[in-house]
Nanobody, 124 residues
Framework: QVQLVESGGGLVQAGGSLRLSCAVS????????MGWFRQPSGKEREFVAS????????YYADSVKGRFTISRDNAKNTVYLQMNGLRPEDTAVYYC?????????????????WGQGTQVTVFS
């Protein structure tokens, strides 16, 4: 059984930064592509960023491009989401997800495993 545990969420002022982490256990981390999604209160889950097995291909939602950076450390079985220039509209529960293929995806239904989520709140 694969387990994903997010951490690093919190309350931050607009313009600030946070780094989310997602620790993966139960499967060889280097053989899963990873993604970050978020779900604002009362809205549907949306794609934020993805990264492939080797970490050399990343994709971002237009709304976060240039502000957020996804990365992974296969030696630590961890994927990160560095969030800079945070805005109130970034407020959401952030989820990491894993899929058992090489490439990431922007579609939630294409992921096999999910974390429990971590709350990010940005105030102005």
């Amino acid at each position: 059984q694969v387990q994903l545990v997010e951490s690093g969420g919190g309350l931050v002022q607009a313009g600030g930064s946070l780094r989310l982490s997602c620790a993966v256990s139960g499967r060889t981390f280097s053989t899963v592509a990873m993604g970050w999604f978020r779900q604002p209160s009362g809205k549907e889950r949306e794609f934020v960023a993805s990264i492939n097995w080797s970490g050399d291909t990343t994709y971002y939602a237009d709304s976060v491009k240039g502000r957020f950076t996804i990365s992974r450390d296969n030696a630590k079985n961890t994927v990160y989401l560095q969030m800079n220039g945070l805005r109130p509209e970034d407020t959401a529960v952030y989820y990491c997800a894993a899929r058992r293929v090489y490439s990431g995806s922007s579609y939630p239904h294409e992921y096999d495993y999910w974390g429990q989520g971590t709350q990010v709140t940005v105030f102005s």
